[in-house]
Nanobody, 123 residues
């Protein structure tokens, strides 16, 4: 069974940090890539960071480069998103997801999703 559960969201002031966690089932961690997405109020789903196995590395949306770091611990079946220097525009529901397609940040390429965790950044 494929399961993904996010945690770690909350409210923080601009400039602060949060660390999101995604606990997945074994089936999830057999996928080639795992990623974080977000959906701000009134906006569409946006890819934030994706990490793929092997030498494929990680990719980030430009707006979070240098501030967010994606990582995964396969032994713990967990994936993380360290978010530093948060900005008000980072306010959104954050979702973890998994895919077999490599190198994509398109939500449509991700077949497995968590329920999301909210992040609110205030000025």
């Amino acid at each position: 069974q494929v399961q993904m559960v996010e945690s770690g969201g909350g409210s923080v002031q601009a400039g602060g940090s949060l660390r999101l966690s995604c606990l997945g089932s074994g089936m999830v961690f057999k996928r080639n890539c795992m990623g974080w997405f977000r959906q701000a109020p009134g906006k569409g789903l946006e890819g934030v960071a994706v990490s793929c196995i092997g030498d494929l590395g990680s990719i980030y949306v430009d707006s979070v480069k240098g501030r967010f770091t994606i990582s995964r611990d396969n032994a713990k079946l967990s994936m993380y998103l360290q978010m530093n220097n948060l900005k008000t525009e980072d306010t959104a529901n954050y979702y973890c997801a998994a895919a077999d397609k490599v190198g994509s940040m398109a939500p449509s390429d991700f077949a497995y999703w968590g329920q999301g965790t909210p992040v609110t950044v205030s000025s």
